[in-house]
């Protein structure tokens, strides 16, 4: 069973960045499709972005242009740099394998809380 540990968020203000990482048990490489989710309080989950193994990206439309995904091959970590936030962007943000935009495991890490407010 994968488990999966998030980090990198924090405070920040509108129009801010931040940097979130992801690791998981196993390789985020043996994966072939990774992804980013976030829960904002009073919502669902939501799909934020993923990334492939051959280095392919897909967005939802409400970061596209704002977030980019990315894979440190050094780190076997998937990170998401997060610029110009705003408040709506405000949620704990998970990973997890993903499919479609879906995610593929279970079970979720604890996440990372990114709260963009004044």
């Known amino acids: 069973q994968v488990q999966f540990v998030e980090s990198g968020g924090g405070l920040v203000q509108p129009g801010g960045s931040l940097r979130l990482s992801c690791t998981a048990s196993?390789?985020?490489?043996?994966?072939?499709?990774m992804g980013w989710y976030r829960q904002a309080p009073g919502k669902a989950r939501e799909f934020v972005a993923s990334i492939t193994t051959s280095g392919r990206t897909n967005y939802a439309d409400s970061v596209k242009g704002r977030f980019t995904v990315s894979r440190d091959y050094a780190k076997n970590t998937v990170n998401l740099e997060m610029n110009s936030l705003k408040p709506d962007d405000t949620a704990v943000y998970y990973c997890?394998?993903?499919?479609?935009?879906?995610?593929?495991?279970?079970?979720w890490g604890q996440g990372t809380q990114v709260t963009v407010s004044s």
């Open positions: 196993r390789s985020p490489l043996s994966i072939y499709v």
């Open positions: 997890n394998a993903d499919h479609a935009g879906i995610p593929q495991f279970g079970s």
